[in-house]
């Protein structure tokens, strides 16, 4: 089984700087990386996803995320947040057979003026 | 992009209602899931169906029950509503490639 840590429950920042919203997972097989948003009162929304391939995926709104197999992290970063950024973020993963997804507790990313 | 529909978006009902949680997608995925979450939480399966006539229970135990009649459609229902089912309720439906799409929600209230 596989299960995923958001080292962060929350991260307050000012607009227009950097931000990198941590994620570990563990599993003992193979695994796809997903990271999603969710905006208040709405459902979760892919930002991106982590397939094969290349490790820096690149998502929707300049988010991306990069594949550090060794430390079993998909950390995701934006260079220059913006006000609209401010949301619920989810990291989650799922193995590459029944696909079955388990989601981390959430970062709630809070961008200041 | 997958379309997915939750109704209602919002529901407010007394201790001991049945409700029916609706959730609906046009994509003809066969993967469909029923998410519980409270505010600010992480998200909890509470059940899935892998195609028609194929349903499981999730990992949080739950006292509602699903059916999977048709693909496109995947309700979810309460048959006595309890305070401490006051929660958000997301229905999502999987890709072959494993992303999962996800509809807006249910906010259930139980008073």
């Known amino acids: 089984a596989q299960s995923v840590t958001q080292l962060d429950s929350q991260v307050p920042v000012f607009e227009e700087a950097p931000v990198e919203l941590r994620c570990n997972y563990s599993?003992?097989?193979?695994?796809?990386l997903f990271w999603y948003v969710q905006y208040p009162n709405q459902g979760l929304q892919l930002l991106l996803k982590y397939l094969s391939g290349s490790t820096l995926v690149k998502g929707i709104n300049g988010f991306e995320a990069e594949f550090n197999k060794s430390q079993t992290s998909f950390h995701l970063r934006k260079p220059s947040v913006h006000i609209s950024d401010t949301a619920e973020y989810f990291c989650?993963?799922?193995?590459?057979?029944?696909?079955?997804?388990?989601f981390g507790a959430g970062t709630r990313l809070t961008v200041k003026p | 992009e997958a379309d997915i529909y939750q109704t209602p978006r919002y529901l407010v009902i007394g201790t001991g209602k049945k409700i029916t949680l609706e959730c609906s997608q046009t994509m003809g995925h066969d993967k469909m899931y029923w998410y519980q979450q409270d505010p600010g939480m992480e998200l909890h399966l509470i059940h899935y169906s892998y195609g028609v006539n194929s349903t499981e229970k999730g990992d949080l135990s739950s006292e509602s029950t699903v059916s999977r009649i048709r693909t496109e459609h995947f309700p979810l229902t309460l048959e006595s509503a309890r305070p401490s089912h006051t929660s958000q309720y997301l229905c999502?439906?999987?890709?072959?490639?494993?992303?999962?799409?996800f509809g807006p929600g249910t906010r259930l209230t139980v008073t």
């Open positions: 989650a993963v799922s193995d590459m057979g029944a696909g079955d997804m388990r």
């Open positions: 999502a439906s999987r890709t072959g490639r494993a992303e999962q799409y």
């Open positions: 599993s003992s097989v193979s695994v796809y």
